[in-house]
């Protein structure tokens, strides 16, 4: 089987997974064959599955406006960065916001995620969100304030790539609204901007 197909397949067998029986929505996907740029969210939320992408309503719009403060638009982003996520459907409502996929979730979904780097090689991830960098951080203790507005480097199933991290743009995330907070925000903008990867994707004149 030719790379094509297999990240067709791929696309299929996520499409059609239903591994999580309390999941409430259907897969969304962002997957874009050999992008060297990944971003990682947390779930889709209610809407995403209507639109069929990820961060299509609220959260979206406050995150292509921090990728628009650096030059990147919304279209351009998803047509050049895999837009994955450490779980692929809706995990349907909580109390307070949307519901955390548990481990048994995470674990379940883990295997496309794992596809994608394997298959692409990216250099660079972009973690959105508290359950995404989990993924990716050694310190399970750290808080935002830890990581966001700076770049790490990790062996990510057997891929040697950098991550930089941005919290989670729902407006239900009080830490983003505060002084510290957005200055932190704007410096892991900044380093994204000036990703080698980054650079060559959306700035170099080709």
């Known amino acids: 089987m030719n790379d094509s197909k297999k990240f067709k397949k791929h696309i299929e067998t996520l499409l059609h997974c239903r591994l999580c029986p309390d999941m409430v ?22 809407h995403e599955e209507k639109f069929g992408r990820p961060f299509a309503y609220t959260a979206g719009k406050t995150l292509f406006k921090w990728f628009s403060s650096i030059g990147i638009e919304e279209e351009i982003y998803r047509s050049k960065v895999n837009m994955a996520a450490v779980c692929r459907c809706f995990p349907g409502k909580a109390k307070s916001g949307d519901r955390k996929p ?22 660079l991830i972009i973690p959105i969100g508290k359950l995404a960098i989990d993924q990716l951080v050694e310190d399970p203790k750290y ?52 990703h080698p990867a980054v650079k060559r994707e959306f700035f170099s004149k080709k």
């Open 102 to 123: 548990n481990p048994f979730e995470v674990q379940n979904c883990s295997r496309y995620i794992r596809f994608e780097v394997e298959f692409n090689q990216p250099e």
């Open 143 to 194: 808080k935002l304030d830890d990581v966001i507005g700076k770049k790490f480097k990790k062996n990510f199933y057997g891929v040697e790539l950098d991550w930089i991290p941005l919290p989670h743009p729902s407006g239900l995330n009080v830490w983003n609204h505060s002084p510290e907070a957005k200055i932190l925000i704007a410096k892991s903008l900044d380093l994204i901007r000036k």
């Open 25 to 46: 929505g259907k897969p969304v996907h962002g997957c874009i064959p050999g992008a060297k740029i990944m971003s990682i969210g947390q779930a889709p939320g209610i």
